[in-house]
């Protein structure tokens, strides 16, 4: 439950990524401008408390199950995606510091701001395919935790999700690179840069939209319907719960139907 509300809410993340759509298509909208910001900044809490979510829900499940690698993925990949984002921006920011008089052109003429922009991202424009991996990074980690708790579940939608997890990444890659040819000539502005993350975190939060379907839906197990019932009125293999007495198979961990870890 609490995985499909963090889910749930890193989802609702997806509606600032249509206001950059309706943004870039309306540039001049001072409205679209306000709205945008005031959103992002509301729903980035939001994300944040379902990341919080998501790693409490993964960290009972490493203990429901006995398998503590469910959370120790999901915990190597957000340690080393950190490192290695801190390790890429102290990079560019020595590169940026160290160019800055080739990167701010003309500064005697008095450079107009889309000029100096335009300059920026086209000095920077490599280390869009950079964070791109990075986030690769992150994410093969939270497949493998993912394909673990599918296999511990039996519920196959994990591992449904972590391969649109894994297709997003893909994609935010190949279209940080392209960004990142577009900038090199000098052709791409800050109202543009936004974009680099729209393809990717679309098909990103499909993934988080499967995975909050798993969540909620862990707690069902299937029933052997088909097996000989024992003496006590239950199938064979299956066990009774000792909250509301239904049948539930026996490696499972919650009740099929009153939710209850068994």
């Known amino acids: 439950m609490i995985g499909g509300i963090g889910a749930c809410l890193i989802l609702l993340g997806v509606i600032s990524t249509v206001l950059i759509l ?11 401008n306000l709205a945008h910001s005031s959103v992002t900044s509301v729903f980035g809490v939001l994300t944040l408390v379902g990341f919080v979510l998501f790693f409490i829900a993964m960290y009972g499940f490493s203990k429901d199950y006995n398998e503590h690698k469910i959370f120790d993925y999901v915990l190597y990949g957000l340690i080393i995606a950190i490192v290695a984002a801190v390790i890429a921006g102290v990079f560019l920011f020595v590169y940026f510091f160290a160019n800055l008089s ?31 991996f990075i986030t690769l990074i992150n994410i093969v980690f939270d497949v493998l935790a993912l394909n673990l708790l599918a296999a511990k579940s039996h519920i196959r939608l994990f591992r449904t999700s972590a391969k649109v997890f894994l297709a997003g990444a893909v994609v935010q890659i190949v279209v940080g690179l392209l960004f990142a040819v577009w900038a090199s000539f000098g052709s791409l502005s800050l109202d543009t840069i936004a974009l680099v993350a729209v ?25 052997q319907t088909s097996s000989p019932s024992n003496a006590y009125g239950a199938a064979a293999g299956q066990v009774t719960c000792p909250y509301c007495g239904a049948q539930n198979r026996p490696d499972a961990v919650y009740c099929v139907q009153c939710g209850k870890k068994q």
Request: charged share 5%; aromatic share 14%.
């Open 22 to 32: 309706v943004r870039f298509a309306f540039p001049d909208s001072m409205g679209l």
């Open 102 to 132: 080739s990167i701010l052109p003309n500064l005697n003429s008095e450079p107009s701001f889309p000029q100096i922009s335009s300059a920026m991202l086209s000095a920077i424009a490599p280390f869009f395919g950079v964070f791109g």
């Open 199 to 223: 393809p990717g975190g679309l098909v990103q939060y499909i993934a988080w939209a499967l995975l909050a379907k798993a969540f909620f839906t862990i707690n069902v197990s299937p029933i």
